[in-house]
Each structure stands twice: as C-alpha cells, then as structure tokens.
C-alpha cells in the first residue's frame, strides 16, 4: 500500500506542474490575445491533444500494460522503442499540421503551421513522462515537467511583451517542452530509436492499433466538437467553452494525475485477483467524482464575479454560466476512468475499443447538437448529458470483461470430457 500511494503521489505531483503549466498558458494567452485569437490557440491546443492521444495509443499504452515493473533492462530496451515511436508520430502529425496551416492560412493557419514544427519533440517529451511512471520512477516524470514549467517563463514573458501573436505563444510553449524532452532523455540514460518504430508496432499490433482507435475517438470527438462549434456559433464560442474547461483546469491535475498511474496499478490489482480490480476501479472512479464535483460546486457557489474577469478577462462573462454543466461532464468522465483503467489491464482491447465508440459518438452528437440549438451553452450540456451515458457504457463494459475473464479462468469440469469419450457399458 505504501508503494502504491507513492506512485499515485508523484503522478498528482507530476501532473499538478503540468496542468498549472497548461492553465497558466491559456491565461496568458486569453488575456494577451482576446477571444478571437484565443479561439484559434485553443483549436491547436485540442489538434495538439489529438497528437498525443495517437502517440499514447501507438507508444505508450502498449508500454505500460505490457513493461510495467519488468526489470530495468527489459525497460530500457522496449523505451527506446516506444520513445522512438512517438517521435515518428509527432514528425507525421506534425507535417499535417503544416500542410493544413498553409492550406487555412489567417491566426488559425499560423497556429497550426507554429504547433507543427514543435510536434515531435512535445510527443517526445509526452512518452518519457509514461515510461518514468511505467517503471515506478514518477519523481523523474516531475522533474521533466518542472523543467517545462520553469523553461515557460522566459519564453511566455518574451512572446507576451515582444509583440504577442498566437504563432508566438505555440513556438514557446512547444520551445519549452522539447528542452524538457532533452533533459528528460538524460535523466533516462535511453536513446530513442526512430527506426524501430515499424518493430515495435509489429510487435504489439494486438493492442497499438485498438488503443490507437480508441485514444483517437476521444480526442477527434472533442476536437470535431470544437470545430463544430466553431462552424456554427463561432471562433469565439470556442473560446468561451476552453475558458470553462480551463477554470476546472486545477482539478484535472488529480483526474489525469491519477490517471498516469492508472493503468499500472490495475495490472498490479489484476495479478492479485478479479474482485481486487473491481475494488480498485470503483474506488479509483467515486473518488474523483466525488473530488470533481466539490471543486465544480466551489467555483459555483464561492468564486466571486470579480474574480473570474480577474482570470479571463472579457472572456468570463460568457464563460461563467457554463461552468454547471462543464462539472457535471468531468464528473461523469471521473468515473468512468476507473472503468477505463480495468478494461486496460485486462488487456481486452476490443471491448475497450467498443466502449469508447460508442461513449465518443454520444459525446460528438451531443455536443454539436446542443452547440448548433443553443450555442456554447446548449454544447456545454449536450456534453454531460452525453458524458453521462458514456460512464454508463464504460462500466457495463468493464462487467462484462471481469466476467469473461473469469470464466476464461474457470477449469472445466474433470468428468465432462470423459464421459462424453467413454462408450457406456451395458450389462450383458
């Protein structure tokens, strides 16, 4: 228990820098740049979130279900595989957000052409915070991200007084993350290796490709959303939405924080037994709830107006009546984490692939159906209502997995075979 509260404490750590590193960011930019560009900051900021998720998905996870406590040798070998891999996806990513800028042109434009020369090295960056955690090593995880925070505010402070623009804000941002990524490589004492990138997805296609499909449905859902919302209400909506999800922003560092360590500590569970990974999901998933909504209903009932224009600037007035809904949705997706994890340490990647299918499309229609009947209000509670939903797929998901596993583990009955095999005697 103490070991499994450590590792849980350093992913808080580790992701508490990190979501102070993203609120931080998106305060200055909203406040520097106004709606309109703050708009377009946040369509490469949900782009960059696409990148990740597919990184995660090709890299990452595999790397966590299967070298999670292994010995460090055998650690060292898959991380410059998996390392390797993620930069591939980020130079991939990284040209189509290029072509796709030049092809927008405008802030939108300069913003993606800007997110995708610095792709690589944040996808980079991103897989050493996994592989740290994947070995137990959460405090290096720390350090890398602390390392982004403080290389951030050099860079921010340049981009903000020397002519702010959105092109500006991404290169810094991304500037930082890859000098984290450099540092992070030392502490690892592991050379990415790019060219065994085709290796390392041979080898783990069984669960690369499923969790490449199912870490790209949640984040195409929410980036179709956004840019859905942009089409019908507006670049500014889409500011307004960021804005309320950037006020739950602290409350993110526990629900991804713990979901760093997650999926390891499931497997840790599983080997002990089925009923332990089920305690553990449902603990994991009520207490993030539980935490998500205290925080929600704090900034509800305590947070004064004045203090909202204070963090926003013009950008609260809009964003401040989201904020119900916007908790309610982190709520749901609090719990059905926990169902998410279990399913990832079950290595069922096709039931887990199916979960968040159908989770995701509830999430894309309710979310742009709301946004086109009642704006960045209606799409705030077409998200819950269809978060919601989504917890209950994930955890009729993770039922039906437990019980497939268990009776995958169920002998089969000693005599069954035999006597259908045996002639029956007969007395003569």
């Known amino acids: 228990m103490r070991g499994v509260l450590r590792r849980v404490t350093w992913g808080l750590a580790d992701q508490a820098v990190t979501s102070l590193v993203s609120f931080v960011v998106g305060i200055v930019v909203a406040r520097s740049l106004g709606a309109v560009e703050f708009g377009a900051f946040s369509l490469a900021w949900v782009t960059y979130g696409v990148a990740v998720n597919i990184s995660r998905g090709m890299a990452t996870d595999p790397l966590a279900v299967r070298f999670s406590g292994v010995p460090h040798t055998v650690w060292k070998k ?30 939108p434009g300069a ?22 955690f994947a070995s137990g090593q959460g405090g290096k995880a720390f350090l890398s991200d602390i390392t982004w925070a403080a290389a951030l505010v050099p860079l921010l402070y340049l981009a903000k007084h020397d002519g702010p623009s959105v092109t500006k804000f991404v290169l810094a941002w991304g500037a930082a993350g890859i000098f984290a990524a450099l540092v992070s490589g030392l502490q690892a004492g592991v050379v990415p290796r790019l060219f065994r990138t085709r290796l390392w997805l041979r080898d783990h296609r069984d669960l690369a490709y499923r969790y490449l499909a199912e870490n790209v449905t949640i984040s195409g859902a ?26 739950l922003g602290p409350f993110f560092i526990v629900l991804s924080g713990i979901g760093l360590v997650a999926v390891p500590e499931a497997a840790r569970m599983l080997r002990r037994s089925l009923r332990a990974l089920r305690a553990f999901c449902l603990l994991l998933g009520s207490a993030q709830a539980l935490a998500a909504l205290a925080w929600g209903l704090g900034l509800i009932l305590l947070l004064p107006h004045a203090w909202g224009h204070v963090v926003l600037g013009a950008v609260w007035d809009n964003t401040e009546p989201l904020l119900l809904p916007a908790t309610l949705s982190v709520v749901f997706a609090s719990f059905y984490t926990g169902a998410s994890a279990g399913l990832r340490a079950l290595g069922v990647a096709r039931r887990s692939l199916k979960a968040q299918l159908w989770a995701s499309a509830a999430y894309l229609v309710g979310g742009v159906g709301g946004g086109v009947l009642g704006g960045a209000l209606g799409s705030a509670w077409g998200a819950a209502g269809a978060t919601f939903v989504g917890a209950i797929v994930w955890w009729c998901s993770l039922g039906m997995g437990i019980r497939e596993r268990r009776h995958e583990a169920e002998p089969e009955p000693v005599g069954a075979a035999g006597r259908e095999e045996m002639p029956e005697m007969r007395s003569t």
Do not use: H, N
């Open 222 to 247: 929410y980036q179709l959303k956004m840019y859905g919302l942009g089409a019908f209400a507006g670049i500014a909506a889409v500011g307004t939405v960021r804005g309320a999800e950037m006020m």
């Open 78 to 107: 898959a991380v410059a595989s998996s390392s390797g891999t993620a930069i591939a996806v980020g130079l991939v990513t990284g040209a189509i957000c290029v072509a796709v800028g030049i092809a927008l042109g405008g802030r």
């Open 111 to 132: 913003a993606f052409v800007a997110l995708g020369l610095v792709l690589p090295g944040l996808m980079l960056q991103d897989s050493w915070r996994f592989a740290f």
